[in-house]
């Protein structure tokens, strides 16, 4: 196989007599279903996590405050944590700024850094100090509607879910083609820390739903390179900037999305974007530099850790591979302050769906798709080992999972795609729709199965609160419903999709 990827003809038309079935849900609607149902369940999961309980959480509301002040950087102050090794200690220090708290506001048992405690309030510290405002623009546009700190952060976790279910549903716009096939890599890209991570005050939601739209938008632009329409290249420009400017290593996930778009386009795909789109590219590459270039000068400018070391090779590689069975384990959920692992049974279960997925698209793929879904999995797993191994060590912690998911969620994107456009294989045989059926099931009933674990566990683990049992407003049952409206309108979309009468399908040549 040369070139690009399949690309998709027009609808072919089954008879006549097929399309009288019975009415079906018009497309638009049925993918408003699954968005409506995400929607639902991030709401209820931003209720099912303790206060200020997510990963530095109390760091990252500080933070925000700051950016709601309209202060970038704040005072650099030193960190000594006893508890800590000097290491550690050394590295936190780098990050760690002062920010001006007004009373009230304070998170749980954070101590005032100025030494007082005036009428207007005091100087905080946050270990995250130094992280790029953009992740934190809405969570601060929250806080300034607040009085207290028990409003400001629940306002501040919708804010900051706000933002990424923007990504999340633009990245399922993207994809969305009228048929579930064109979705189940998007479904199992999303997994349950995506969404607890994305309904917790942290820049990380953002950058990992922001990489995963970026992602989404490259699948699209190779789907038929030369007519792409004008919202996909604004969409992949906006997503890439995002991606780039929201943590310091943004742009390594730019960088790898964009790879990713040049496996799936191949050089006549290139051709045919660059030749149907050259106005709109320079445009685009224009604002992606300027974004990268912002993101080096604001790292340089934060004072990041730079530290790049490659010696002992052997050693810290294998280091780095120690890491990388805890990096996928927590790639699928574990919650609160990083201390509330999934059981390792339940990882298996979403790997396991993974690797179907994976082997499919292997099965059914052309050899230029292999290659490329080779390299896609091994970039993907390569990619937490030698961060660790080349950078990270040197702060004396472990990598954690959502620092580096994005390229992993790439694993599952791509297969998706391979299966998309290569679907009329499958649908030869008649256990391929509810084949497809089954694997979307999995993935909803398994997120409803993360909630549960997580909010039935949650409340026991508290430890930054006064009290030991966790109730969140308006006590669970209204968050339990929600969560439960959110499950049964996405296997909704799977009944009206994938069990529905037949349709006219479009078929990929190639």
Request: glycine letters at 10%; a positive charge.
């Amino acid at each position: 196989m040369t070139g690009q990827l399949p690309t998709l003809t027009r609808e072919s038309s089954l008879p006549a007599g097929a399309r009288r079935n019975g009415p079906r849900v018009g497309a638009r609607a049925r993918c408003a279903l699954l968005i409506t149902g995400l929607a639902a369940l991030l709401g209820a999961w931003i209720m099912s996590t303790a206060p200020f309980a997510g990963p530095d959480e109390q760091s990252h509301y500080i933070r925000a405050i700051g950016v709601s002040e309209g202060v970038i950087l704040g005072t650099k102050i030193a960190y000594n944590d006893p508890g800590l090794t000097p290491t550690q200690n050394a590295f936190i220090g780098r990050d760690t700024r002062t920010y001006e708290v007004a009373r009230g506001m304070s998170p749980y048992d954070v101590g005032c850094d100025s030494g007082t405690l005036g009428v207007s309030g005091c100087l905080e510290a946050s270990p995250n100090g130094n992280f790029p405002p953009l992740g934190y623009v809405l969570p601060a546009l929250a806080l300034r509607l607040s009085h207290n700190v028990s409003s400001a952060l629940w306002l501040g976790r919708v804010g900051s879910a706000i933002q990424s279910f923007a990504f999340l549903a633009l990245a399922t716009a993207l994809l969305w083609n009228a048929t579930a096939w064109s979705l189940v890599g998007l479904i199992a890209a999303i997994s349950p820390m995506v969404l607890f991570v994305a309904s917790v005050l942290n820049p990380s939601g953002v950058q990992i739903t922001a990489a995963l739209a970026l992602g989404a938008a490259g699948v699209r632009i190779a789907r038929d390179p030369r007519r792409v329409p004008p919202w996909v290249l604004v969409a992949f420009a906006t997503s890439g900037v995002v991606t780039i400017l929201a943590g310091p290593i943004g742009l390594a996930f730019a960088l790898i999305d964009g790879c990713l778009l040049g496996l799936l386009l191949g050089l006549a795909g290139i051709r045919g974007l660059w030749q149907g789109n050259r106005r709109a590219l320079a445009g685009i590459a224009a604002v992606l530099v300027l974004a990268a270039l912002l993101s080096l000068i604001y790292t340089h400018i934060a004072g990041f850790q730079t530290t790049f070391g490659f010696t002992p090779f052997g050693s810290s590689l294998d280091q780095g591979l120690d890491q990388l069975p805890t990096v996928l384990e927590s790639a699928v959920g574990n919650f609160g302050a990083a201390a509330l692992p999934i059981p390792l049974a339940a990882c298996w279960v979403y790997w396991g769906l993974v690797l179907v997925l994976l082997a499919a698209a292997l099965a059914i793929g052309g050899l230029r798709e292999r290659l490329m879904l080779i390299a896609v999995t091994l970039v993907g797993l390569a990619f937490p080992v030698l961060y660790w191994a080349w950078i990270d060590r040197f702060s004396g912690f472990p990598v954690f999972a959502r620092e580096v998911m994005p390229p992993l969620l790439l694993i599952p994107l791509a297969a998706g795609e391979v299966i998309y456009v290569r679907r009329a294989v499958l649908e030869r045989h008649r256990w391929a729709r509810p084949c497809l059926a089954a694997m979307v099931v999995s993935l909803v009933l398994f997120q409803a199965y993360a909630w549960a674990f997580n909010r039935n566990r949650a409340p026991h683990d508290v430890t930054l609160l006064p009290k030991a049992v966790f109730t969140p407003p308006l006590g669970w049952t209204p968050w339990v419903a929600l969560a439960a409206v959110g499950i049964a309108m996405m296997l909704a979309f799977v009944a009206l999709d994938v069990l529905g009468p037949p349709r006219r399908r479009q078929i990929a040549t190639g």
